[in-house]
């Protein structure tokens, strides 16, 4: 998933008929995997976004805010004329909640056959976010077969993960993340267990993460923060992970993508925080 993002920090949100000036603005790409590869290459990876992006005007906006990032993209339809979605999100001043309007990627899928031939090359880890869910499917068989570790951003359900979950390690959800016929905590993650995940966590914003880890299962705090802006918190958290479990375990991972978490909450818009962050 590739957007635009057009962020705004507001002292409220405006009732029906109301104009209000913001505080402050910025401009960035978006989307939970792009925010994701932002953060893998910050901390010192080398990431490739796989979406489409095409050829409109707006993209240039994208493209530009990805190579000043060090991110890579593999366009999954170089040819696109149409504009990609564009995300408005307004921040809330005093509580740093964030409220959005945006396109999912519903009318942009890709297949399979547009797949890059060069995406296989190199590669050490995967993460799937679930809006491209035939190339993702496709993408998880490869890794599954070349021992390549998949995570997914379980940040809701889409329908088509049930083709993907087979082939996952680490599954990464946020507590909004409901398969069918799963109400409850208890029952998601016994979905995701018997899909043969191995490792699987929920994160459920500034309460302790919940994980199974072939089956030992607990919980761990996260830190305790003022928040400014928890626009991308959950995409920065699965950026953070992906960079963490190529070094670390399950449980110092989530540990470690959680303080990275907390910290770009302090900050507004979903880039600031890596002005001011220590690696």
């Not at 396109?103 to 060069?118: E, G, H, V, W």
């Not at 035939?134 to 998949?150: D, L, T």
């Amino acid at each position: 998933m590739v957007t635009l993002d057009l962020i705004y920090l507001s002292p409220k949100l405006p009732g029906n008929n109301e104009k209000i000036s913001a505080s402050d603005y910025t401009v960035s790409a978006g989307g939970p995997a792009t925010n994701a590869a932002v953060t893998f290459s910050y901390l010192g990876d080398r990431a490739t976004i796989l979406g489409a992006v095409g050829t409109h005007a707006i993209t240039q906006l994208i493209r530009g805010d990805l190579e000043s990032r060090g991110v890579a993209i593999a366009d999954l339809n170089p040819t696109l004329r149409e504009p990609p979605p564009v995300s408005s999100i307004i921040v809330t001043q005093s509580t740093g909640e964030r409220a959005v309007i945006s396109i999912n990627a519903a009318k942009i899928q890709a297949s399979r056959d547009q797949l890059p031939a060069t995406i296989e090359a190199g590669v050490d880890l995967v993460m799937i976010d679930g809006h491209q869910m035939e190339v993702s499917r496709a993408i998880a068989q490869f890794a599954k077969a070349n021992n390549i570790p998949v995570v997914i951003d379980g940040g809701s359900w889409k329908t088509g993960f049930e083709t993907v979950l087979p082939f996952v390690d680490y599954a990464v959800c946020s507590a909004n993340f409901y398969p069918p016929d799963c109400h409850s905590r208890a029952k998601v993650f016994a979905y995701l267990e018997t899909m043969g995940i191995p490792h699987i966590a929920i994160t459920c914003g500034e309460k302790p993460i919940e994980y199974l880890s072939l089956g030992e299962s607990g919980y761990l705090p996260v830190p305790e923060i003022k928040a400014v802006d928890t626009l991308g918190a959950g995409d920065v958290f699965h950026g953070a992970f992906c960079h963490f479990i190529l070094r670390h375990n399950f449980t110092d991972t989530l540990a470690a993508a959680a303080e990275v978490a907390a910290r770009s909450c302090q900050f507004f818009g979903t880039r600031q925080w890596m002005q001011f962050q220590s690696l």
